[in-house]
């Protein structure tokens, strides 16, 4: 498992290499605009070459892109959902220039009409996109999922069920799991029997070879509170070790794992620390299913 930090872009989209080579990261995530705008001008050409080439040298063709927040794939109204679409596709055509395998962006939320009709419109959003992404045929969505909060999708494995067996041949479609969601979500991993039982449960609802990256962060809120407030490393409700389990789990050796703990890049730098000392000193042994 590659481990890395989300990144800023500021001074260029060339700059975030540097950043996550500089915290030791050996992945990293970006936005590749604001994350608070609907529309950004396009990637400057040099800065894209520039970047492509960073990762090339530094082995980070794993990396992935975060997109907005303000996007909501489920929304039920037509204007905030035309506005959605657009944008996704657009994030997906800007990961194709970066030559960046995976865009993120979270499961939506129904806004009071419903789970059903919430997923149903998700659903639809991405067949929409997947449909007219011309050009970013390599790239992958990956749904994330939710802690919960509000009318948010996706804090339910079952929803992430629901839209993996929809899209069962689909292959641009994958999914990311935040712990920090998970947890906030009402999935306990405190031990490693718990931490057994949600990854068998993973497996079977969202399929673990469809999850290609994992966001590492503790929770500031308790188990179940589906509140969405992330922590540092050990210094939450989650606590150390129970990142340990799926850090030295070799069923997530084809993921990257990805922080997006408060701190900025100090923190970055201890918890990355942290994190590669569980799985560097992790016994050969556990080198199995
Ligand atoms: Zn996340
Ligand atoms: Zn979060």
């Given amino acids: 498992m590659k481990l890395g930090a989300h990144v800023s872009i500021q001074g260029g989209v060339d700059t975030a290499p540097d950043r996550a080579k500089a915290i030791g990261g050996e992945t990293f995530q970006i936005f590749t605009k604001s994350q608070r705008q609907w529309s950004a001008k396009p990637l400057d ?7 492509r080439e960073k990762i090339v040298e530094n082995g980070f063709s794993q990396a992935c892109v975060h997109a907005s927040y303000l996007i909501n794939l489920a929304s039920p109204k037509p204007d905030i959902l035309q506005k959605s679409r657009a944008a996704m596709i657009d994030e997906l055509l800007r ?6 395998p995976y865009v993120i962006v979270h499961s939506g939320a129904h806004m009071g009409e419903g789970e059903k009709s919430g997923l149903k419109r998700l659903a639809e959003s ?4 997947l449909s007219r992404a011309t050009g970013a045929e390599r790239v992958k969505l990956l749904l994330e999922n939710s802690a919960g909060q509000g009318t948010t999708l996706g804090a339910d494995l079952a929803h992430l069920h629901w839209i993996r067996e929809i899209f069962s041949g689909e292959e641009r ?3 990311c799991l935040d712990t920090c969601h998970l947890y906030a979500g009402g999935y306990d991993f405190e031990t490693p029997s718990a931490y057994a039982a949600l990854k068998a449960e993973i497996d079977q609802k969202v399929g673990i070879d469809r999850i290609y990256v994992l966001h590492f962060n503790d929770s ?7 509140l969405d407030q992330h922590a540092n490393i050990g210094k939450g409700k989650i606590g150390e070790t129970p990142f340990s389990y799926w850090v030295t789990d070799p069923d997530w050796n084809h993921t990257i794992a990805v922080l997006e703990t408060p701190g900025g890049e100090q923190n970055y730098q201890r918890e990355l ?3 590669k000392q569980f799985r560097d000193r992790a016994p050969r042994s556990s080198q199995s299913r």
């Fill in 173 to 175: 479609l994958g999914f």
């Fill in 45 to 51: 050409p040099k800065q894209a070459h520039a970047f």
């Fill in 273 to 275: 620390n942290l994190l």
């Fill in 220 to 226: 500031r809120k308790p188990l179940g509170s589906r």
């Fill in 95 to 100: 990961a194709a220039t970066l030559a960046l």
């Fill in 126 to 129: 991405i067949e929409f996109v």
